[in-house]
């Protein structure tokens, strides 16, 4: 499966109408190194329990997705779900209601120190 920062950037719109350049999330460390399936494990956790701190159901579906599509699906998603892309990374976005969905940075991209061998 891709994921949406296997390229630099995209280009979304923001709640003015001007295009935001987003780009691939700065590196990161986990405190300790994580296997992929401990990884997708965070994740899995957070997409189940993210929709139960506010917001829409359908723009964390949204956002889910588009974090995990290719570029070009991605875009399409964010921007038909009107979602409005105020970081450059996706990690902080908003509904058009004005609800912010903040997204961590093991949602948008591995860590620097994962566990190649399973």
């Not at 390229?7 to 994580?34: D, T, V, Y």
């Not at 401990?38 to 956002?63: C, K, V």
């Not at 940075?105 to 994962?114: A, F, G, R, T």
Request: overall charge neutral; charged content about 30%; some cysteine.
């Amino acid at each position: 499966m891709g994921n949406l920062f296997s390229c630099a950037c995209l280009s979304a719109i923001n709640g003015e109408g001007h295009r935001k350049k987003l780009k691939k999330p700065k590196a990161w460390r986990h405190p300790e190194p994580i296997t992929r399936s401990q990884l997708r494990q965070m994740r899995d956790e957070f997409w189940d329990t993210a929709p139960h701190y506010g917001g829409r159901r359908e723009i964390w579906d949204a956002l889910r997705a588009a974090s995990e599509a290719e570029l070009s699906l991605a875009q399409l998603i964010v921007d038909s779900a009107g979602v409005i892309v105020t970081s450059d990374d996706l990690s902080t976005c908003y509904d058009e209601r004005g609800a912010k969905y903040d997204l961590p940075k093991y949602v948008l991209s591995e860590p620097v120190n994962i566990v190649k061998n399973e």
